[in-house]
């Protein structure tokens, strides 16, 4: 085995609910790819048993912002790549890579179907302004109720729980509905509300994190987030780690997943079917998806094709460029002729051609050095 995947699980991120599926989806895929799995707790460890192989990268689990990018900067200087999971970065320059929900949609589409329904006052409730994930949050909660027109008003969450229920309650007249920066406060909101003898079906609450509890509470709550979007989290992290090594190239990679929007009783939402189209905050880039582009899309699948590829793989297709037979590829490579056929069937699949004529024109349309 030539390399182990690195994990650092940071402190700020070993106390959250979600780090056993993310950490149980890391754990499967190396499991199922045979690879040695190495936790770390702290980044010194890390960079000291890192600096003994060639692999200079690790998956990364760490909730705090600012510890977040204390970590970038510390890994950078030792010349390690994160790869952070539900972190990001939008406009830091540095060596990383990140998997994380795309919530800002996610949480202004939301926002936008309780409004559309129900345009009264609404509060965003436990922002956590030392948090990626809530920074996400709160821009999609702004922007579509700037847009709305309707008033809103935030409750940061500083640690003391209770005190920001309490501040909820407190103003529980004022206001209708209420996006909640994840499921616990969502939760621990309606079981107030019920201690208060309040009607909960006076008011819209709804999480953002999809746990299991909400699902079973009653009203079932609203929310955002796939069944398993934190176990596929870690799925995909060992996938970018390994897809990295095997490439040598060192470039980021950004990986930004859809959340679905759980739509269940405690909103009291007649629409079923959301379709709302989110606004970009002013401050972000707008995306530009040029992806679907044939020509690119010839491009990525060839980068895919050649980061999968070994030196036999590389050594057969500088045979195809060079017009070279079956019987003469399999000579120069000591393999048997029909192990050269099983290995370019499997490239013209990944390609999605027919044949090595259009496998070799493939690769002579991008003049390739191999």
Avoid: W
């Avoid at 999809?210 to 699902?215: D, R, T």
């Avoid at 048997?336 to 290995?343: F, G, H, L, P, S």
């Amino acid at each position: 085995m030539s390399y182990h995947i690195n994990v650092l699980i940071d402190n700020y991120a070993n106390i959250t609910p979600q780090l056993k599926f993310i950490i149980q989806g890391i754990h499967d895929n190396t499991y199922q790819k045979k690879l040695p799995l190495r936790v770390f707790h702290q980044p010194e460890d890390l960079v000291r048993t890192v600096q003994r192989g060639s692999y200079r990268q690790a998956i990364v689990l760490s909730e705090s912002k600012e510890h977040s990018e204390a970590l970038l900067r510390f890994l950078n200087e030792n010349t390690i790549h994160p790869i952070f999971i539900h972190a990001q970065f939008p406009s830091a320059v540095a060596s990383f890579s990140y998997i994380a929900p795309n919530l800002y949609p996610a949480i202004y589409r939301l926002t936008k179907i309780i409004i559309n329904e129900y345009p009264n006052p609404s509060m965003f409730v436990g922002f956590n302004e030392d948090s990626f994930s809530d920074k996400c949050k709160i821009d999609g909660f702004i922007t579509a109720m700037t847009e709305s027109g309707v008033p809103y008003k935030i409750v940061t969450n500083t640690g003391n729980i209770e005190a920001c229920i309490n501040d909820v309650i407190s103003k529980i007249t004022k206001y209708k509905n209420y996006i909640c920066a994840n499921d616990e406060l969502a939760l621990l909101l309606i079981k107030s509300l019920k201690e208060q003898g309040l009607s909960l079906n006076d008011f819209n609450i709804s999480g953002s994190s999809n746990m299991k509890v909400g699902a079973l509470s009653k009203p079932s709550l609203t929310t955002v987030m796939g069944d398993r979007d934190y176990y596929n989290e870690g799925i995909l992290a060992v996938d970018t780690y390994v897809r990295r090594y095997k490439s040598k190239l060192g470039q980021n990679i950004f990986i930004n997943l859809d959340c679905k929007i759980v739509l269940r009783e405690s909103t009291h939402l007649k629409i079923k079917t959301p379709d709302v189209s989110p606004i970009l905050p002013h401050n972000a880039a707008k995306f530009v998806n040029f992806y679907e582009n044939p020509s690119i899309s010839k491009i990525d699948r060839l980068e895919y094709l050649l980061g999968n590829c070994d030196e036999i793989d590389m050594s057969i297709l500088h045979g195809l460029i060079a017009n070279k037979t079956y019987e003469m590829i399999a000579e120069l490579n000591n393999i048997a002729i029909n192990t050269v056929k099983y290995r370019i069937k499997k490239m013209e699949n990944n390609l999605a051609i027919k044949n090595r004529c259009e496998l070799r024109t493939y690769l002579c349309e991008f003049d390739l050095n191999i």
